[in-house]
Each structure stands twice: as structure tokens, then as C-alpha cells.
Nanobody, 114 residues
Framework: VQLQASGGGLVQAGESLRLSCAASARSGAFSFMGWYRQAPGGERDMVATITAGGGTNYADFVQGRFSISREVARRIVYLQMNSLKPEDSGIYYC?????????WGQGTLVTVSS
């Protein structure tokens, strides 16, 4: 299984970005999809997750600003990021799970200038 993340870039504070992450073809279904971010020198923190049933979970620092969604059949997960802040900068990684298997994308860089 390969995951391809895209959509990162350089934006100003207050602007929006939409990240996408797609699993390779014939990779099967996943029970869990999520986005994590890692700031320079920091740890990889959960940003948002979504289950196959549509249940979502968000980190407190993105509540009300970010929204996660997915296309189950196409094995794609999205992260809509609004009202971006400089502290949202970092590398965003997608993560898909199936049973005990966990797969990570290569990361996409988000930089928010003040």
C-alpha cells in the first residue's frame, strides 16, 4: 500500500488549504484514516481522524477550523484547513489503518506566514 499526500503549500495567516491523501489502487478498504502533523523539532501530533463509519475526532487546537472527510470507494482522505495560523505550519502526514497494519504517506509541507 502506498499513500500519496498532496495539497500543501505556503499561505498567509487566515487563508485555507485542502490536503488530500490517496491510497494506491487495489489496496483494499481501510478502517481508519487520519492526518498528523510534525513541526520542526517537534513530535508527530494527531490533527484529525475519521473511521470507516464516518466518526471523526479532532485535536483541540484545530476544532472549528479543520474538517476531515473521505471517499471510501476511492480510498482518499481530505483535510480542509481554514483560518490557518502560523503555528499550524509543519509537515502533514496521512495515516491509514487496516487491522493491525498502519501505513503512512510521505508528508506534505504546510507553511503559514504571519
Amino acid at each position: 500500500v502506498q499513500l500519496q499526500a498532496s495539497g500543501g503549500g505556503l499561505v498567509q495567516a487566515g487563508e485555507s488549504l485542502r490536503l488530500s491523501c490517496a491510497a494506491s489502487a487495489r489496496s483494499g478498504a481501510f478502517s481508519f484514516m487520519g492526518w498528523y502533523r510534525q513541526a520542526p523539532g517537534g513530535e508527530r501530533d494527531m490533527v484529525a481522524t475519521i473511521t470507516a463509519g464516518g466518526g471523526t475526532n479532532y485535536a483541540d487546537f484545530v476544532q472549528g477550523r479543520f474538517s476531515i472527510s473521505r471517499e471510501v470507494a476511492r480510498r482518499i482522505v481530505y483535510l480542509q484547513m481554514n483560518s490557518l495560523k502560523p503555528e499550524d505550519s509543519g509537515i502533514y502526514y496521512c495515516n491509514f489503518k487496516r487491522g493491525t497494519a498502519s501505513y503512512w504517506g510521505q508528508g506534505t509541507l504546510v507553511t503559514v506566514s504571519s
